[in-house]
């Protein structure tokens, strides 16, 4: 327990981290409104254009902030299980891609780590896998700000009771999808004319066939493959947790603190805390 001595300490320190976190989350706030409601001239123009690094460095700084913001925060427990989330993103994501699937499977891994630990190490998993994946895959770079959304949303769903029952996962998954869907459709469209992998470019090609502009083609396509992904991605997810024997489940403090998974409240552990 902090004594009053402390405590002007712990806020002092706290405060450069949550500017961070704020001033990473408005950033990519500006980035994304100034892309849909300018739509700049060149949308589409590729990675030289003006509206291309407008993208690249808005959602990659913005999500550097947040990922320096939050990282001091977390506890031992979840930045162990964080590699084995973004090494999972990572296969799983550019097999899929590889095989030219219509959704994507890349955030299996950030949503399980939200979902044991909690919606800031979900957006620190996301933001992360995206930037190393972009090592060798640049298609994966510019997404980390979006990937960071979804396990910040994917936490919050858990902390509410999303997990709690296995047949609500999936509903939780559509909306995440949902919203995953219309925050990368201006990205995809800005930094690769919408270009994915062959099952999302056929849909792209569809909506543009019945005379929608690049953005809604891209918007609707995200639509459609994100709520897909996203209701596979935590159904899976949902069945993964459960079947983790119940002491490796309750070594998380957020799943011990919010309930996040039914069956009787384990005994808190002394000097522990929820994230």
């Given amino acids: 327990m902090s004594s009053p001595l402390t405590l002007p300490l712990q806020r002092e320190t706290s405060r450069p981290r949550r500017a961070l976190i704020l001033a990473g989350g408005a950033l990519i706030a500006a980035t994304?409104?100034?892309l849909v409601l300018a739509q700049p001239a060149d949308l589409a123009g590729g990675g030289g254009s003006a509206a291309s690094l407008i993208c690249l460095f808005g959602f990659l700084g913005g999500g550097a902030l947040l990922v320096g913001g939050i990282l001091p925060?977390?506890?031992t427990s979840s930045l162990v299980v964080m590699p084995l989330?973004?090494?999972?993103?990572?296969?799983?994501?550019q097999t899929a891609g590889s095989l030219g699937l219509q959704i994507y499977l890349d955030a299996i891994g950030t949503v399980l780590v939200a979902v044991l630990a909690g919606p800031a190490a979900g957006?620190?998993?996301?933001?992360?896998?995206?930037?190393?994946?972009?090592l060798f895959n640049p298609l994966a770079l510019p997404f980390a700000a979006g990937a960071a959304l979804i396990g910040l949303l994917a936490g919050t769903a858990a902390k509410y009771g999303a997990f709690r029952r296995i047949?609500?996962?999936p509903f939780a998954g559509l909306a995440v999808g949902a919203v995953g869907g219309l925050v990368a459709a201006p990205i995809a469209a800005t930094m690769f004319g919408a270009a994915g992998t062959v099952g999302t470019n056929a849909i792209v090609a569809a909506f543009r066939a019945m005379g929608d502009s690049l953005l809604v083609a891209a918007t609707k396509q995200g639509l459609t493959s994100d709520t897909l992904d996203k209701l596979v991605v935590f159904t899976l997810v949902a069945l993964l947790v459960y079947a983790l024997?119940?002491?490796?489940?309750?070594?998380?403090?957020f799943v011990r603190r919010y309930r996040v998974l039914a069956g009787r409240a384990p005994t808190p552990v002394p000097g522990t805390s929820g994230e």
């Fill in 32 to 34: 994304y409104f100034y």
């Fill in 85 to 93: 989330g973004i090494a999972l993103n990572i296969a799983i994501g």
């Fill in 167 to 169: 047949y609500l996962a």
């Fill in 73 to 75: 925060t977390l506890t």
């Fill in 245 to 253: 024997p119940g002491r490796a489940r309750n070594q998380f403090p």
């Fill in 123 to 134: 957006a620190a998993t996301g933001a992360l896998s995206n930037a190393i994946w972009g």
